[in-house]
């Protein structure tokens, strides 16, 4: 029993000085601000982030991840895009990504597909398709990836220092410094029937040597060109000079039958003058393509440079 002046709590035995304290206390335990223990209940914050598993909410996605596949690294629960098949980790996610879709299309119920493996409705036969190849034929792709053409004959050099070789697109001239995205680039862009087409003919690029089964391809890829781009003049030099290389490539295994179809009169012409200069770049002779002026070809390499770049490189170097 409360001594007299004191009003005590009958749910957690807090103190109160008067009986409008005691009041106003319980009010907030009506509205749930506080526990049975008359502890301060924590409120969700507008950018916190809940588990789709069990409830619980973090301050960051990045720690509502990291939980979701320590904790929760068996659950049966995923969450997949019904108009495109992509998978994401969080209800959350998956949610802001579909508003980017047109919703009129979840109407159009002839076209809903659904996975028989897993069940799940998608509101297309595409987002089916990339599903079941990303999900449940995953290791299949491991196996049999996706054809690339050979990188070009450009190389980057990222914030680290390192040369990387240059892929690009021969369907539509997108361009890439890792394999693995263009993979992924040519499975979600372009369908199978693209990829396997033989084409009519190619364009091959004046400046890097890169080929392109159309003109719009090959526009689109003479973009990506920069004044300051460096160039490798034979694969001995990429050997040298590119730090990571992708170790399912090798050029030797490269067949080249890709030339019979490049047109030996009508390749584009997109430089009208050009030079080229040497400059060593860890401690390799590569190509520097300037725009400005020269009387040959851009991307053409006289017979005494090509003879050179076979030299050993110490002798290149000295002479």
């Given at each position: 029993?409360?001594a ?6 009958v ?5 109160l ?10 009010r ?9 223990r ?7 914050k ?30 049966p629960?995923?969450f997949f895009?019904h ?31 659904k996975?028989?493996d ?7 036969g ?8 990303s ?16 990188p ?11 040369a990387?070789s ?11 410094v ?6 992924r680039?040519?499975e979600?862009?372009h ?15 004046t ?10 391809a090959y ?11 460096l ?11 590119v ?5 399912d ?6 067949e ?8 030996k ?28 002026s020269s ?5 053409a ?7 050179d ?11």
């Amino acid at each position: 029993m409360s001594a007299k002046g004191q009003h005590n709590c009958v749910l957690c035995n807090t103190e109160l000085e008067s009986k409008e304290a005691l009041q106003a206390h319980f009010r907030k335990h009506a509205n749930k601000e506080i526990d049975t223990r008359g502890k301060a209940v924590k409120t969700k914050k507008e950018n916190d982030t809940q588990c789709d598993m069990c409830g619980k909410t973090f301050e960051s996605v990045t720690a509502t991840i990291r939980h979701r596949f320590k904790v929760h690294p068996n659950s049966p629960t995923k969450f997949f895009c019904h108009y495109c098949g992509m998978q994401f980790p969080l209800k959350t996610h998956r949610d802001n990504h579909q508003t980017s879709h047109d919703s009129s299309e979840s109407k159009r119920t002839e076209l809903h597909k659904k996975c028989e493996d897993c069940d799940v409705l998608f509101y297309n036969g595409k987002a089916l398709d990339y599903h079941c190849r990303s999900i449940h034929k995953r290791m299949v792709h491991l196996f049999q990836p996706i054809a690339t053409p050979p990188p070009s004959n450009k190389i980057k050099v990222n914030s680290m220092n390192d040369a990387l070789s240059v892929y690009y697109c021969h369907l539509c001239g997108a361009e890439y410094v890792i394999k693995f995205n263009l993979q992924r680039h040519l499975e979600r862009a372009h369908t199978q029937e693209e990829r396997e087409a033989v084409p009519e003919d190619l364009i091959k690029c004046t400046v890097c040597a890169a080929l392109f089964c159309s003109k719009r391809a090959y526009e689109v890829h003479n973009t990506y060109h920069q004044p300051n781009d460096l160039y490798v003049t034979s694969e001995q030099q990429r050997l040298q000079t590119v730090t990571k290389v992708d170790q399912d490539f090798d050029i030797r295994r490269v067949e080249g039958v890709a030339e019979k179809y490049v047109p030996k009169d009508n390749t584009p012409k997109r430089l009208a003058k050009s030079w080229h200069k040497l400059k060593r770049t860890q401690n390799v002779e590569v190509r520097q393509t300037d725009y400005s002026s020269s009387d040959d070809e851009p991307g053409a390499t006289n017979d005494s440079s090509d003879s050179d770049s076979e030299l050993p490189l110490k002798q290149r170097i000295c002479s």
